[in-house]
């Protein structure tokens, strides 16, 4: 049996001794067979980001068989207010074998599976995110050849009754371990059940912020993915929220992804890791430095930044935590292991690969894989407001038109950070490079400047886009953040009407 498959958290991954790729319907019934499966669960992500759900109980082979190989309608209108009439509301939601996982939670034995949205002609619906974001990867590849390969980074606060031994120290909790870390126990299950569930974990650790008030106490916390194909890693981040969230219930605990809970606080982001790669090959790196190809697709970031927002950054309070001088990011520049610039190039081995052998002297040498192939690029303003597909899809678009800018290399170079000369992205330094937007008013005059370069290709309907106009726009949120700076109380009021985002 393959290591891969041998050591695999993923139940059936294991039992059917082939990996989730793939999975076929014949795959899966004789799962269900063999592990007396009772249910069966359809999810799929709605126009508010969230997973739904469709349940059904199994009662014969043959019923198993037609759900299966037909899916179910659902109620579109509901499920996608704005984008669908009530008079023909009608969708088909079809399973995709290759996502199917045990249900982690269940107390009747179930396997759920991720759908897919179609319309009554049986094409794939044109306004579904899982759909734009195929249609924004298959545009990538036409224009560069290259597949587009991501990971998040989950950062959410733990809100529990205070309790007061081994207190951490306040915005001092970077990869604290229990006993300071109180909920160090509820992360690794969480990433366990993710990995089980079809997830790629890197690893996670604890965060900065930690703070008490009210009674309560506040614990960040962080899982961090691995790079994976663009569809796969969208599935994984919207299963990972509701792997997280079901298991803060599960202890009693509130659990946050919202980008800013208090004032003078760490905020939570959800920082996305890019490469691009052809023939298994990272083609953002090149000989231990960073190709033309990365600096193309980071000209793209750049450029379309301002209205990238618009996916990534959805409520008034991801307007509190891009605040200037603080560490996530508000001018739009990029630099090498700067985590104040909105696009980060952090460490990648470039070169560096004896260094084992130094920690370990006694150890014999072997030769050693190209570490350097793990070098991605990483796109810090978005948090856990972000619609997870569309977002994606978002920045697949971006890193496509960096190839289409006629001046992207220079463009890149023109708003590069050289932290060794002492620049700066913030304070006077900022006044060099472009803003992000300051509200989701302004979020949405963006998109509409730039909208176009979405909708080109076919990727973005027309219809979303006026639609995610409008949502933002109904904030009204263009002097929010200034007029609540001195008004605390009233602050809390718009943090806690978002606190469950996402």
């Not at 969230?50 to 499920?79: C, Q, Y």
């Amino acid at each position: 049996m393959d290591d891969k498959i041998k050591l695999s958290p993923h139940a059936l991954v294991t039992a059917l001794n082939k990996p989730a790729s793939s999975f076929t319907k014949e795959d899966l019934i004789r799962y269900i067979e063999e592990q007396d499966i009772r249910m069966l669960n359809f999810r799929y992500p709605a126009e508010d980001g969230r997973l739904k759900t469709l349940s059904f109980i199994i009662s014969s082979r043959w019923h198993l068989d037609r759900v299966l190989s037909a899916g179910e309608r659902v109620d579109g209108s509901s499920l996608f207010p704005d984008y669908v009439e009530a008079g023909a509301s009608d969708l088909y939601v079809i399973p995709r074998y290759s996502s199917a996982f045990r249900n982690p939670f269940a107390e009747i034995p179930s396997l759920d599976i991720l759908c897919s949205y179609y319309d009554k002609d049986g094409a794939p619906f044109a306004n579904a995110p899982d759909h734009i974001l195929r249609k924004a990867h298959e545009s990538l590849r036409k224009v560069t050849g290259m597949d587009f390969e991501v990971m998040g980074e989950l950062e959410y606060y733990v809100i529990s009754e205070r309790r007061s031994l081994f207190e951490a120290f306040d915005q001092r909790g970077y990869h604290e371990s229990y006993p300071f870390a109180k909920w160090e126990a509820l992360r690794n299950q969480a990433m366990y059940a993710i990995a089980a569930c079809g997830g790629s974990i890197k690893y996670g650790h604890s965060e900065v912020g930690n703070f008490k008030e009210g009674g309560l106490d506040y614990e960040q916390n962080e899982i961090e993915f691995v790079p994976a194909a663009l569809e796969n890693a969208a599935d994984q981040l919207i299963v990972a929220k509701w792997i997280l969230r079901s298991l803060a219930y599960n202890h009693r605990v509130a659990l946050t992804f919202a980008p800013k809970i208090t004032t003078g606080k760490a905020g939570s982001g959800m920082h996305i890791h890019t490469r691009l790669v052809q023939g298994g090959k990272n083609m953002f790196t090149s000989n231990g430095t960073l190709t033309d190809t990365a600096k193309k697709a980071i000209a793209g970031y750049l450029s379309l930044a301002p209205s990238l927002t618009a996916f990534g950054n959805t409520i008034p309070t991801s307007y509190f935590r891009l605040v200037p001088n603080m560490e996530a990011p508000t001018t739009i520049c990029w630099g090498d292991r700067n985590r104040k610039a909105l696009v980060r190039v952090p460490l990648g081995w470039q070169g560096k690969s004896d260094m084992i052998f130094q920690a370990n002297p006694n150890e014999p040498r072997w030769p050693l894989d190209d570490f350097s192939n793990r070098q991605t690029i990483e796109f810090r303003s978005p948090d856990g407001s972000a619609d997870i597909y569309l977002l994606l899809a978002g920045l697949t678009v971006a890193a496509r038109y960096g190839f289409e800018m006629k001046d992207a290399l220079e463009f890149a170079k023109r708003n590069y950070v050289d932290i060794g000369n002492k620049q700066d992205c913030t304070g006077q330094g900022a006044s060099h490079y472009n803003q992000l937007p300051a509200s989701c008013w302004d979020s949405a005059d963006c998109l509409k400047e730039q909208r176009t370069i979405y909708e080109q290709m076919n990727v973005f309907p027309p219809q979303i886009i006026d639609g995610i106009i409008r949502k933002l726009q109904k904030y009204n949120d263009q002097h929010l953040r200034v007029s609540l700076i001195e008004n605390e109380k009233e602050m809390m009021k718009v943090v806690n009407t978002y606190i469950h985002c996402g």
